[in-house]
């Protein structure tokens, strides 16, 4: 069975419908600490168990923020279906994350929060507990829309030091929800006879079968076949990729695996762009849609000792700058000891 239409699928809908059809069977995706931190905060902010205190500051930027709108009228973790035949929709549930009584082949929706102005507008908002997914929630945010007939829309980022910052707060005009839905109904009709398509949307918008889909299996059999070429390739990508780790000898040959890969890809990379180079700047179409050529990138940087030293020549002590180094300590996991040699 394939994933469920859905708001917060949106993105990976419109990249590529394969994991969305019927004869596809999905796995079940492990959720994230950071997720299983979001859901936490959530179920704070409604009224649920207590987060850990380093967690604390989450809900109390949305505590914050929620008293911004005392004055709206607010409900919380409303349940929301659409069907796109119809253009009906309607409720599920409040606190009970059920979709399945929602009619079949409609898209479902969870809304944090549904506020309804002193005018009537009707605004839908998402709590996200990072910068990045606040600012990359706008398919989420017009899908939930367009399953409310809201008005507005916008991403509610919660920071743990107690600050929120609002992002993607735009009205929704009647034409562009319009344009969305339609949007909703192609795609969905396009299900049924999706291929699955590579491209940055397998991380980016976190399709349940990165690393296992056809097409992934027949790039990673191409790259295993090139590297090791004395292995069968699908057993090698079987084992050492598609299989999940479950001893410390699988892990310890997965990370060296990954080490080819990475040297694979890096010199393909490089080709690429000699070639491209060799054919005047030529820009290299790719096959889903999107282009690799030339471009000028600036980065500006401040470096942190000039900045201290200019702060020093304006009058600041050395006591007051050593009370802006603030050390962090956290854990990470890399590789230590013997550095690999490079060719």
Not at 203 to 223: F, H, M, N, T
């Amino acid at each position: 069975m394939g994933l469920r239409f859905s708001a917060s699928k949106t993105s990976l809908l419109f990249a590529c419908g394969y994991p969305f059809r019927d004869d596809v069977d999905v796995p079940e995706s492990p959720t994230s600490p950071a997720a299983e931190r979001g859901d936490r905060v959530h179920k704070a902010l409604d009224g649920g168990p207590s987060v850990p205190p380093g967690e604390q500051g989450y809900v109390d930027a949305g505590e914050s923020w929620l008293a911004r709108y005392a004055d709206h009228g607010i409900r919380k973790e409303l349940g929301v279906w659409w069907d796109p035949v119809s253009d009906k929709r309607g409720e599920l549930y409040e606190k009970d994350r059920d979709y399945s009584k929602a009619p079949p082949g409609s898209v479902v929706g969870t809304v944090d929060v549904i506020l309804t102005t002193p005018h009537g507008f009707i605004v839908v908002a998402d709590y996200k507990t990072s910068e990045q997914s606040a600012k990359a929630a706008l398919n989420q945010l017009r899908t939930l829309s367009v399953l409310t007939n809201a008005d507005e829309y916008m991403s509610v980022e919660l920071r743990p030091n107690g600050q929120h910052e609002e992002h993607l707060h735009e009205i929704f005009e009647p034409w562009d929800k319009l344009d969305h839905a339609n949007k909703l109904r192609l795609a969905i009709a396009k299900v049924p006879t999706s291929e699955p398509t590579p491209g940055d949307h397998c991380s980016d918008c976190y399709c349940p079968l990165r690393g296992a889909c056809p097409a992934y299996q027949e790039a990673a059999k191409s790259i295993a076949a090139e590297l090791v070429p004395d292995v069968p390739a699908f057993a090698l990508v079987r084992r050492k990729i598609t299989d999940p780790i479950a001893s410390e000898g699988d892990a310890a040959q997965a990370l060296m695996f990954i080490d080819l890969i990475e040297d694979w890809a890096d010199r393909k990379k490089r080709e690429a762009r000699e070639w491209a180079e060799q054919n005047s700047g030529a820009v290299i179409q790719l096959p889903n849609g999107q282009s690799y050529k030339r471009i000028k990138q600036t980065r500006t940087s401040v470096s942190a000792n000039d900045a201290l030293a200019l702060a020093e020549k304006h009058g600041a002590s050395r006591e007051e700058l050593e009370a802006c180094v603030k050390p962090t300590s956290f854990d990470v996991w890399k590789r230590v000891g013997k550095a690999k040699k490079s060719a």
